[in-house]
C-alpha cells in the first residue's frame, strides 16, 4: 500500500482536528446571544456532543503539530551534510502548512473568547464618538453591546488607538453585522500572521536559530490558529509588528523598527518593551545616550502623530488599568483570591486590599523580570531576553489568558537557543492550548468530562492512525 508523504499527511490530519473543531463551534463555540434563527437554537441542544467533537478535533491539532515537528528535527538530524532550504521554501512550506490548519477555523463562530464582540462593539463607539476609555460598551447599548458579557459592560477598552481606529474601519465596513464583523477581525488577523510568516524567520536568523524551527514554534503552534484566527485576537497585529520592528533593528534600520514597534505598543501595551531591544541595538554603533535620546525622539513621535489621526484622544494612558479589574484572571489575582478567603475564615474584613497587594506583587515580579533581563541582555541575546520579559508579564501581570503567551513565544521561537527553553515553550504551547473551552466560559463538572472524553477519543483516533500508516522516509516540508 502506497502511503501519504509524512508532510502531506501531517497537514492533512491538523486539517481534520480544526474542521471538527469548526464544526464543533456552531453548537458550543462563542455564539451570539441575541436574536438568531430557529435552526442555530437547535444547534445549541447539541452543545455536548459538540464539545466531546470539538476537543478531539484539538487533539488531532496539537498531535499533528507535535508530528510536524518530529519530522523537522529528523529531517534536520538526516540532512545536517546537506545544504538548508532555501528561505523562500521554507515561508512557503509554513504557510501551507497553516492555511491547511486554520482555513476551516476562519468561516467558524469565534471560538475560545468573545473579545470580537467586544473589539466590534468599540469599533462601533469610536464611530459614534463615545469615549472608549471612560465609557463600558453599555453605554453604547444595541446588539453589538449585547454581545459583550456582561461583567465587561462598564469596563474602559484597554486598547491602543491603532487597534481602535482598525476595529472601527471594520465594524463601520460591515454595518455592524455580526458575521461580516467577525471575518473582518479575522482577515485583520491574518494581516499580522502574514506579517509573522515573513520576518519571524529573518529575526531567526540574526538570533543564530533555524528559521523552520522558528516558524514551527513561533507561528505553527496551536495558539496560532486557535486564538488568533479562530479567536481574531489583536495580538496578531501585536505581534506581527513587533517582529517586524525588532527583524529591521537587527538590520541597523533603526527608525523604521522604532516606528513599527511604536505602532505594536499602540494596539497592546506590551509590545513597548521592544523599545528597548531597539536601544539595546543601536547603542552598539550610536552610544546608549544617543540611541536613548533618539528611539525615546521617534516613539513619542510617532504616538503624537498616531493619536492625532485617529482623533481617538490619549485616554489610552489612563486605561492602561483595566486589567488590574479584579474579574480578571492570572497567578496574582488567583493568590488574591485565596488571601481574601483566608482572611474571611479568621474573620477579618479587609476589602479588597489582599487583592490589591497581590496583583501590585505580581505587577513587582514582572518589573524584576525585566531588570533580571536587561542585565543579562548581552549573554541571553536581546531578543530572547524580551521573550522571557513578555512571558513573565503574561503570566504575572494583572490578567492572564492562554493567547498572551504568544506575545513571549514568538520570540522565544526566534532567538532562544536549544536547550530546555525551546522543549518547555512547546509543552506550554500544548497545555494552553486546552484549558479553555470553545464557549470562551469557565468549564462545569459536566462540561470538564465532556472535554476530557473528546481528548480520549482524539488520542485513540491519533494512535490508530499511527498503527495503520506504514513507516514513511522522513520529508523536508515542501
Same mark, same amino acid.
Given at each position: 500500500?502506497? =502511503?501519504?508523504?509524512?508532510?502531506? /499527511?501531517? +497537514? ?12 464543533? %463551534? ?20 447539541? &452543545? @455536548? ?18 508530528? &510536524? *515537528?518530529?519530522?523537522?528535527? /529528523?529531517?534536520?538530524? &538526516? ?9 523562500? /521554501? ?33 469599533? #462601533? ?15 453604547? @447599548? ?49 494581516? *499580522? ?61 533603526? %527608525? ?38 533618539? =528611539? ?6 510617532? /504616538? ?5 489621526? =485617529? ?9 492602561? %488599568? ?13 493568590? @488574591? +483570591?485565596?488571601?481574601?478567603?483566608? &482572611? *474571611? ?5 479587609? *476589602? ?98 465532556? #472535554? ?5 477519543? %482524539? ?9 495503520l500508516m506504514p513507516p514513511a522516509p522522513v520529508e523536508v516540508a515542501r
Amino acid at each position: 500500500m502506497r =502511503t501519504l508523504p509524512t508532510v502531506v /499527511a501531517y +497537514r492533512l490530519l491538523g486539517g481534520v482536528g480544526a474542521a471538527l473543531l469548526a464544526c464543533a %463551534g456552531l453548537a458550543a463555540g462563542a455564539l451570539p446571544v441575541g436574536g438568531h434563527a430557529p435552526w442555530w437554537s437547535a444547534l445549541r441542544q447539541l &452543545a @455536548g456532543p459538540a464539545l466531546l467533537g470539538g476537543y478531539a478535533g484539538l487533539t488531532l491539532l496539537v498531535a499533528a503539530w507535535w508530528w &510536524a *515537528g518530529r519530522n523537522l528535527r /529528523a529531517a534536520r538530524t &538526516a540532512g545536517r551534510a546537506t545544504s538548508a532550504p532555501r528561505p523562500e /521554501a521554507v515561508r512557503r512550506s509554513a504557510a501551507l502548512t497553516l492555511a491547511c490548519w486554520a482555513g476551516p477555523l476562519l468561516v467558524a463562530p469565534p471560538l475560545f473568547s468573545r473579545d470580537a464582540y467586544s473589539y466590534l462593539a468599540q469599533g #462601533a463607539m469610536v464611530l459614534a464618538d463615545i469615549d472608549v476609555y471612560r465609557h463600558g460598551v453599555a453605554q453604547l @447599548g444595541g446588539a453589538l453591546a449585547e454581545e459583550v458579557p456582561q461583567m465587561w459592560q462598564q469596563t474602559p477598552a484597554p486598547y491602543g488607538p491603532v487597534f481602535l481606529a482598525v476595529a472601527a474601519v471594520v465594524s463601520g465596513v460591515t454595518g455592524g453585522k455580526l458575521v461580516l464583523g467577525v471575518l473582518g477581525l479575522r482577515l485583520v488577523a491574518l494581516a *499580522g500572521v502574514a506579517l509573522l510568516v515573513a520576518y519571524l524567520p529573518r529575526l531567526a536568523r540574526h538570533c543564530g536559530v533555524d528559521p523552520a524551527a522558528a516558524l514551527w514554534l513561533g507561528v505553527l503552534n496551536p495558539l496560532v490558529p486557535l486564538h488568533l484566527v479562530a479567536g481574531a485576537h489583536n495580538e496578531a497585529v501585536m505581534v506581527g509588528l513587533l517582529v517586524a520592528g525588532l527583524s529591521l533593528a537587527f538590520e541597523h534600520r533603526y %527608525g523604521t523598527a522604532t516606528v513599527l514597534v511604536t505602532l505594536a505598543a499602540l494596539v497592546k501595551v506590551p509590545a513597548a518593551v521592544g523599545l528597548l531591544v531597539v536601544v539595546s541595538l543601536a547603542a552598539r554603533h550610536r552610544g546608549m545616550p544617543a540611541s536613548v535620546a533618539r =528611539t525615546a525622539g521617534v516613539a513619542v513621535g510617532t /504616538a503624537a502623530v498616531v493619536t492625532w489621526a =485617529t482623533g481617538i484622544g490619549y485616554g489610552w494612558v489612563g486605561a492602561l %488599568g483595566t486589567p488590574m479589574y479584579r474579574h480578571s484572571w492570572s497567578i496574582s489575582s488567583a493568590l @488574591g +483570591r485565596v488571601a481574601l478567603r483566608a &482572611a *474571611g475564615r479568621f474573620g477579618l474584613h479587609l *476589602g479588597d486590599a489582599p487583592m490589591r497587594l497581590c496583583l501590585g506583587l505580581g505587577v513587582a515580579a514582572a518589573l524584576a523580570v525585566t531588570i533580571a533581563a536587561w542585565w543579562h541582555r548581552r549573554r541571553l541575546g536581546p531578543a530572547y531576553a524580551m521573550g522571557l520579559v513578555l512571558v513573565a508579564a503574561a503570566l504575572l501581570g494583572p490578567a492572564t489568558r492562554p493567547w498572551y503567551a504568544l506575545w513571549g513565544l514568538v520570540l522565544i521561537a526566534a532567538a532562544a537557543p536549544h536547550g530546555r527553553a525551546r522543549p518547555a515553550a512547546a509543552l506550554g504551547a500544548v497545555v494552553l492550548a486546552f484549558v479553555a473551552l470553545p464557549s470562551g466560559f469557565g468549564p462545569d463538572a459536566a462540561q470538564a468530562v465532556l #472535554a476530557a472524553a473528546g481528548v480520549l477519543v %482524539g488520542l485513540l483516533a491519533v494512535g490508530s492512525l499511527r498503527l495503520l500508516m506504514p513507516p514513511a522516509p522522513v520529508e523536508v516540508a515542501r
